[in-house]
């Protein structure tokens, strides 16, 4: 990545949803695969 994709506001907000749409899968899966458990 160069400096000037650093000072593009649409790059944060790109990697900022990717990591909350990983996040949410993350949980999903945790809920779903221990929700049989508990």
Do not use: R
Not at 2 to 24: N, R
């Amino acid at each position: 990545m160069t400096t000037q994709d650093l000072l593009i506001p649409h790059a944060y907000a790109y990697l900022l949803v990717k990591i909350s749409v990983l996040v949410l899968a993350l949980l999903l899966w945790f809920v779903f695969t221990a929700a049989p458990v508990i």
